[in-house]
């Protein structure tokens, strides 16, 4: 079993950067891919971003591509979102997930979740 416990959301204004930091229990954290899920109210859970177990590889949505970056800390169990020119539509509440596979971008293959951490940006 991972624990993942997400922090770094809050309210930011439209153009402006959040950081979020997801940490996972110290047992077999390295072997997971890592992912980043979001939930705006109303809607379906979506993928942002991936990562896998070594952090050479990385996956994003189309729609953060180029403002958002992932990496992990393994030697920390760490896996962190770099959210940059933030938009309202990037409001939600974030999930990281400890996943099968890098390249998934279904959250069905992810076991494992955090609790959430609230994102809302002001127009």
């Known amino acids: 079993q991972v624990q993942l416990v997400e922090s770094g959301g809050g309210l930011v204004q439209a153009g402006g950067s959040l950081r979020l930091s997801c940490a996972g229990s110290?047992?077999?954290?390295?072997?997971?891919?890592m992912g980043w899920f979001r939930q705006a109210p109303g809607k379906e859970r979506e993928f942002v971003a991936s990562?896998?177990?070594?952090?050479?590889?990385?996956n994003y949505a189309d729609s953060v591509q180029g403002r958002f970056t992932i990496s992990r800390d393994n030697a920390n169990n760490t896996v962190r979102l770099q959210m940059n020119s933030l938009k309202a539509e990037d409001t939600a509440v974030y999930y990281c997930?400890?996943?099968?596979?890098?390249?998934?971008?279904?959250?069905?293959?992810?076991?494992?979740w955090g609790q959430g951490t609230q994102v809302t940006v002001s127009s």
């Open positions: 110290r047992r077999t954290f390295s072997s997971y891919a």
């Open positions: 997930a400890a996943c099968r596979s890098w390249r998934t971008t279904d959250s069905d293959d992810c076991a494992h």
């Open positions: 990562i896998n177990w070594s952090g050479g590889s990385t």
